[in-house]
């Protein structure tokens, strides 16, 4: 055999008991004519959901803090249950791991450029964390295909490559717990942007609305009269209450999740190390099958 059978699979070997030597029976195999739709399996079509959300969270994110962490934390909890889905119903595809990983690469560096906008001051510390996101997944996946073949999976990694890569993906509660916390500190930061004048200094400024931005901290929020026609809709009244936020519980869910959004951003560094390292290695394997470099003749 090829690969490892799911326990699924293997449920469905059975002894005869009717023969004396126990033979087993193998399940049969899926007719060749039958053509699925894997755009239509169930993981996936969580995975599209995921993107809803995400859009959704987008367009409440100036205005309404609390809807749209909602529904972007809704998002990304979504992520472990498509692949809880895949190996349920057998439906692990690769369209639904890179649709995975681009959903998760671009929800993340969209809440990014928000929080650089919420705080200039910071913009390219988050500017710099988009790179690194996106750099070292793309490291990493290119290297896997390139090195190891395209029946390869990114979340195989050999212990002898990375021991640190090895665990982050090997363990699910790793993994999740990573990826969670990681978000959650984001979230975390942005709904101090509309809560905490110690980030947003903004908050406590009196301004007449003139040359202002609704996006907090950059600069002063206009009074929501000169942003809304009525006062009382409900645009409004979600400004006017996001300025009245507690940042007492953000606080404590950014200082609870810093340390591990820190080494999640360490392993990226670790990631993209070692995929370059990995890529170098192969780029001096094929030079020395070419006979490069060239010996330069002596004149």
């Known amino acids: 055999m090829n690969g490892a059978r799911t326990r699924k699979q293997a449920k469905g070997f059975s002894k005869d008991p009717s023969g004396s030597n126990g033979a087993i029976h193998f399940p049969e195999a899926a007719s060749p004519d039958v053509k699925e739709n894997v755009f239509l399996f169930i993981p996936n079509i969580i995975g599209y959901s995921r993107i809803v959300l995400a859009l959704a969270s987008l367009y409440y994110m100036p205005l309404h803090p609390r809807t749209c962490s909602l529904l972007y934390s809704v998002s990304c909890l979504l992520d472990a249950l498509d692949g809880i889905a895949a190996r349920h119903f057998e439906q692990s595809t690769r369209f639904g791991a890179v649709l995975d990983m681009v959903t998760d690469r671009c929800t993340t560096a969209c809440l990014l450029v928000f929080l650089s906008s919420a705080f200039p001051r910071w913009a390219l510390l988050f500017q710099g964390l988009i790179s690194l996101d996106l750099a070292s997944h793309y490291m990493h996946m290119y290297a896997t295909l390139a090195m190891a073949g395209s029946d390869q999976s990114h979340k195989k990694v050999d212990q002898s490559r990375s021991k640190i890569l090895h665990l982050y993906y090997n363990n699910k509660n790793v993994l999740f717990a990573f990826c969670a916390m990681n978000e ?71 200082g609870v999740s810093f340390p591990v959004m820190a080494g999640k951003q360490f392993i990226n560094i670790v990631q993209l190390v070692k995929a370059s390292n990995w890529l170098a290695e192969g780029d001096r394997t094929a030079r020395r099958a070419q006979g490069l470099p060239r010996k330069r003749r002596s004149s």
Do not use: C, Q
């Open 184 to 254: 959650v500190f984001f979230i975390a930061l942005y709904l101090l942007s509309f809560s905490s004048p110690i980030l947003s200094p903004s908050l406590l400024l009196p301004t007449d609305g003139a040359g202002s931005s609704a996006l907090p901290g950059n600069p002063a929020h206009p009074i929501a009269s000169k942003l809304f026609a009525s006062p009382y809709s409900a645009g409004a009244l979600e400004l006017a209450r996001a300025n009245k936020m507690d940042s007492f519980w953000p606080w404590v869910i950014a």
